[in-house]
């Protein structure tokens, strides 16, 4: 079975601190994925990349960057800490096959707190 | 843009009874369509998937069937469980595996015993 590892369970930082959230799969996929999820509005992409070094903006961006330095490692980081960003964040990834949409393999999630 | 819509609730059911959750899209090309599930305190397990219209994707009695002409794909399953007490989610994907998903809000599913 596909894992995907996110480091925390549980954040707790404070405004203006720079945040880094981590994500580990263990299956060689291609494409690696970070959303936030609030309730009432589901979950949104933040960022995505397809391959090492490469990363591509989602649908809410801002305030966000990542790193994708190796393959299995997908990172989000938050450069300065704001109370709108206390949320829960989903990594996923997914095998790049060049045909049919494959589906994304989600970690449990990091529920992270900014005071 | 791609757009997912989904009943939203929470729905409440008792035990043995008959589940449907609508989900239609909107998107510019053919999507892949997906069913999510996420437990309590857990991350967003698939559930089932159809790739092209007239699909039907189904798994753990779970069934749901890509509906072109109404652009639905609506999850369905004869007799529930308290176990199947969870949040499903309705996405879509047209970018070939490299694009992110589109989700709908999700549907809160309680079942009563």
């Known amino acids: 079975d596909v894992k995907v590892t996110q480091s925390s369970r549980y954040l707790v930082k404070r405004t203006g601190e720079k945040v880094f959230l981590e994500c580990v799969q263990d299956m060689d996929h291609e494409n690696m994925f970070w959303y936030r999820q609030d309730p009432g509005l589901g979950l949104r992409l933040i960022y995505f990349?397809?391959?090492?070094?490469?990363?591509e903006k989602g649908d809410i961006p801002e305030g966000y960057s990542v790193s994708r330095e190796k393959k299995e490692r997908f990172s989000l980081i938050l450069e300065s800490a704001s109370t709108n960003q206390t949320s829960m964040y989903l990594c996923?990834?997914?095998?790049?096959?060049?045909?049919?949409?494959?589906?994304?393999?989600f970690g449990d999630g990091t529920r992270l707190s900014i005071l | 843009g791609n757009s997912v819509t989904q009943m939203e609730g929470p729905v409440t059911l008792s035990e043995e009874a008959f589940l449907t959750i609508n989900c239609t899209y909107t998107?510019?090309?053919?999507?892949?369509l997906f069913w999510y599930v996420q437990y309590p305190g857990e991350g967003l397990q698939l559930l089932l998937k159809a790739t092209k219209a007239d699909d039907k994707g189904s798994n753990k009695g779970f069934e749901a069937t890509y509906r072109k002409e109404t652009t639905s794909f609506h999850l369905e399953k004869g007799s529930v469980q308290v176990s199947d007490s969870a949040v499903y989610f309705c996405?879509?994907?047209?970018?070939?595996?490299?694009?992110?998903?589109?989700f709908g809000k999700g549907t809160h599913l309680i079942i009563q015993p």
């Open positions: 996405a879509l994907s047209e970018g070939g595996g490299a694009d992110g998903l589109t």
């Open positions: 996923a990834s997914s095998p790049e096959t060049g045909a049919l949409n494959q589906p994304q393999h």
């Open positions: 998107a510019t090309g053919y999507p892949s």
């Open positions: 990349s397809y391959d090492v070094k490469m990363k």
